[in-house]
Nanobody, 121 residues
Framework: QVQLVESGGGLVQPGGSLRLSCVAS????????MRWYRQAPGNQRELVAG???????TYGDSVKGRFTISRDNAQNTAYLQMNSLKPEDTAVYYC???????????????WGQGTQVTVSS
């Protein structure tokens, strides 16, 4: 079984920074993609950023230029550096990954439990 565990959330003032981490553990043959999503109360879950095994990176329009996603393949870990945070960035941030846990290389999608990010003065 594959588990994703997020950390790094918390309370920060507007204009501040936070760094989220997502560690994938368990039986892992390969990780094809790791993504960050967020969901604010009353809103749908939205893609924040994604990083892919071919080196591709995507960002949601609302975070471009402020957030940076990175990945440590050796540690099966993804990071989300969040700068210039705004109150509207307040949400639960979820890690998502496409993982092949078996030698047949079938891809399964996994989700973490989420970490709360609150941007407020």
């Amino acid at each position: 079984q594959v588990q994703l565990v997020e950390s790094g959330g918390g309370l920060v003032q507007p204009g501040g920074s936070l760094r989220l981490s997502c560690v994938a553990s368990g039986t892992i043959i390969s990780i094809n993609a790791m993504r960050w999503y967020r969901q604010a109360p009353g809103n749908q879950r939205e893609l924040v950023a994604g990083i892919y095994s071919d080196g591709g990176i995507t960002y949601g329009d609302s975070v471009k230029g402020r957030f940076t996603i990175s990945r440590d393949n050796a540690q099966n870990t993804a990071y989300l550096q969040m700068n210039s945070l705004k109150p509207e960035d307040t949400a639960v941030y979820y890690c998502n990954a496409d993982v092949s846990p078996y030698m047949d290389f079938r891809i399964y999608e996994y989700w973490g439990q989420g970490t709360q990010v609150t941007v407020s003065s």
